[in-house]
């Protein structure tokens, strides 16, 4: 059980850390979720908003990090 602990821990760790890029991101104007590709439809009584590019790039962020890290 002491496995299990020791993995929330680190995934809570891990939300908090990115959750605080997050917040620092937009203080600092960083335009994700705004990006070139980002889907925004906006009518009279529907919005829709899926950010595609951001989250390949995202994606492709995390890969490289992840990589590296494996790499040790």
Do not use: H, Q
Request: charged content about 20%.
């Amino acid at each position: 059980m002491s496995d299990v602990g020791k993995i929330l821990v680190v995934i809570g760790l891990s939300l908090a850390v990115l959750g605080g890029l997050i917040w620092l991101g937009g203080k600092m104007n960083l335009p994700l979720g705004r990006l070139p590709g980002d889907i925004r439809i906006d009518r009279e009584n529907f919005k829709f908003y899926f950010p595609l590019t951001t989250c390949l790039l995202l994606s492709a962020v995390l890969t490289i990090i992840f990589w590296l890290l494996r790499k040790r």
